[in-house]
């Protein structure tokens, strides 16, 4: 497969993730809302990094969004992508959920999803109840987005027309990150 291609499958791959989650997160699917985040933005990183890695490297990645981060900062350095350092971290930690077995000896489990960042609150990755507490931002995520597809110089509206309407309105509900 070409890159150009593999980079539309990512890119296509992600914005499926993307809504889904979005749905995910506005319909209370706390456990697999953050799963499906984590795909989206590791599609989104490996759509800019397939035009430079061959299909190993990026296999090599994994699910580790924070490699996959870094390999994607290093294009642009001093351009402020440090700011998402935090919204990646907390998001990569949301990978463990897929495997109930790995987050169940820790005890309790809290997954809090926030649309907007709530005022005058600081979100904690904290630990509850000798469990563990995973958090996500709705609108952190999408203006993540938006920024690796700019830095990628992709049209996001082009691939967004793809989808139905109903697809089209969970991506665009409550996202202040206008691109779509």
């Not at 890159?3 to 993307?18: G, I, Q």
């Not at 924070?66 to 290093?74: G, H, L, V, Y």
Request: aromatic fraction near 10%.
């Amino acid at each position: 497969m070409d890159k150009l291609t593999l980079r539309e499958f990512y890119t296509s791959s992600a914005l499926e993730y993307h809504i889904t989650a979005r749905f995910s997160a506005f319909s209370g699917l706390s456990n697999v809302c953050g799963i499906l985040f984590h795909h989206a933005m590791e599609m989104y990183l490996k759509g800019y990094l397939c035009l430079k890695l061959d299909v190993k490297q990026l296999t090599n990645f994994g699910h580790n969004l924070s490699k996959s981060w870094k390999a994607f900062k290093r294009d642009f350095a001093g351009s402020g992508l440090e700011r998402f350092d935090e919204t990646i971290r907390a998001l990569d930690q949301h990978e463990s959920l897929r495997y109930p077995e790995r987050v169940a000896p820790a005890g309790a489990m809290t997954v809090i999803i926030n649309i907007s960042k709530p005022k005058g609150s600081q979100i904690s990755n904290s630990k509850l109840n000798k469990g563990r507490q995973f958090n996500l931002v709705v609108d952190d995520l999408d203006d993540l987005a938006k920024l690796i597809l700019e830095k990628s110089k992709i049209n996001p509206a082009a691939f967004a027309q793809r989808f139905n309407k109903d697809a089209q309105e969970f991506l665009k509900r409550d996202n202040k990150s206008v691109i779509w």
